[in-house]
């Protein structure tokens, strides 16, 4: 799962109180990327928007641990962004700084954490329209953050291809022996010219595993598809044991 948007309609804000726009406007505000790697001997780190959109936004950010229902008042990931709310003028861009707040002996440090960054857009208010019922569509986008401890032993870019692939009668186990998380897509069972999909899109945890049950266990090679660091989409065959 790369990242999810949430279509909401609501009446207040948490900073526009009793506000709406009627003018609905469609998400035009994306983030360079759709994950960040945010290296632990790193002061911060930049992250970059821009608004595709004809409209000027609102943007707010906040992070949290582990809750896509999370919102500004709850975050708990122990990081900061600076500024937390700003607006991008129609097409333009945008950068605030992300920086790690906790404290790095309390994470694993074999391992990547993971946490979640959230933003919310909204058109901008003209002062004209203050005082007028509109209506407000706001878009909330999540998206990972992986904090990297330093000296990990391997290579992020090579994790997929060391997975380790085991067929068990119609069951399929993905074991990853790496410190980092692993986003799969999807996969291709093979045999011959026939190929068959299975599985469905995870992130397996370092050191963890997942496990697929196939429909049609006959197959020669499966091929994995993941995203890398850059969000692009990359694949490696495994031949399976007869």
Not at 18 to 33: C, D, P, Q, R, T
Not at 118 to 144: G, T
Not at 146 to 168: C, H, N
Request: proline content about 6%; charged content about 15%; aromatic content about 10%.
């Amino acid at each position: 799962m790369l990242y999810t948007n949430k279509c909401c309609f609501i009446a207040v804000m948490a900073f526009l109180s009793s506000i709406f726009i009627s003018n609905i406007a469609s998400s035009s505000v994306i983030l360079k990327g759709n994950r960040i790697i945010y290296s632990a001997d790193a002061k911060d780190k930049v992250v970059e928007f821009s608004n595709n959109g004809d409209t000027p936004m609102l943007v707010q950010v906040w992070l949290d641990k582990n809750n896509p229902d999370s919102t500004p008042d709850t975050a708990d990931a122990p990081f900061i962004v600076t500024p937390q709310i700003f607006r991008i003028n129609a097409l333009n861009g945008h950068a605030l700084r992300l920086k790690f707040t906790g404290q790095t002996q309390q994470l694993p440090q074999d391992r990547e954490s993971v946490f979640w960054f959230n933003y919310l857009q909204y058109p901008a208010i003209k002062s004209s329209d203050l005082a007028q019922n509109r209506l407000a569509l706001i878009v909330k986008s999540r998206l990972k953050v992986f904090y990297r401890p330093p000296g990990l032993r391997g290579d992020a870019s090579q994790a997929l291809t060391q997975l380790q692939v085991q067929r068990k009668g119609n069951m399929l186990t993905l074991q990853n022996p790496t410190p980092w998380h692993i986003s799969l897509r999807n996969a291709l069972l093979t045999r011959g010219e026939k190929s068959t999909a299975v599985g469905q899109s995870v992130m397996i945890p370092p050191f963890g595993d997942t496990r697929w049950v196939l429909t049609d266990p006959v197959g020669t090679s499966v091929t994995v598809y993941a995203m890398n660091d850059y969000g692009t989409a990359v694949s490696h065959t495994f031949t399976l044991p007869r």
